[in-house]
């Protein structure tokens, strides 16, 4: 179609500005969670999603974007129609991405697990202690 282009692998910088300037993000996969459509939402940009897996939990339909429901050419076709229809706000779909930030996940996730916490000293090693106490707590 010629309102879809693929682009391949591009630096990091380069792809999120033409994401930024975009009409809208195709996403078919289905993934648990899936970070591009959240990177397309930080960049302003409304997503058509296939609706299945970790989508249905980041996305919102005709609020972030749109849903297709087979993985085919055609419900795809209707998704990206329904998105370019749409006229959407920049500035809530960033504001949408944010509930994914690190920070908040770190905060939530804090939240969950009380009195402790999993501390990354290194790529390679995490560890989890107990606040109270400042030991290991085994299986982390």
């Known amino acids: 179609a010629p309102n879809i282009s693929f682009l391949g692998r591009l630096p ?3 792809m999120l500005r033409r994401i930024a300037r975009a009409r809208g993000f195709a996403f078919a996969a289905e993934e648990d969670f899936g970070i591009a459509p959240i990177e ?3 960049c302003g940009t409304p997503v ?3 609706g299945r897996g970790g989508v249905l939990d980041s996305l919102v339909e005709g609020v972030t974007g749109a849903f297709f429901h087979e993985q085919t050419g055609d419900s795809l ?3 990206v129609e329904r998105v370019e229809r749409q006229g959407w706000d920049p500035a809530r779909l960033r504001i949408h991405a944010t509930t994914f930030a ?4 770190a ?3 804090a939240a969950q697990v ?4 999993c501390l990354r000293w290194s790529p390679e090693d995490a560890h989890l202690f107990d606040r ?5 707590v085994a299986g982390c």
């Open 12 to 14: 990091r910088a380069e």
């Open 40 to 42: 397309a939402l930080a």
């Open 48 to 50: 058509a999603a296939f």
């Open 77 to 79: 076709a209707d998704a």
């Open 102 to 105: 690190p920070e908040r996940f």
């Open 107 to 109: 905060a939530a996730m």
């Open 114 to 117: 009380g009195d402790r916490v």
């Open 132 to 136: 109270a106490s400042g030991d290991r």
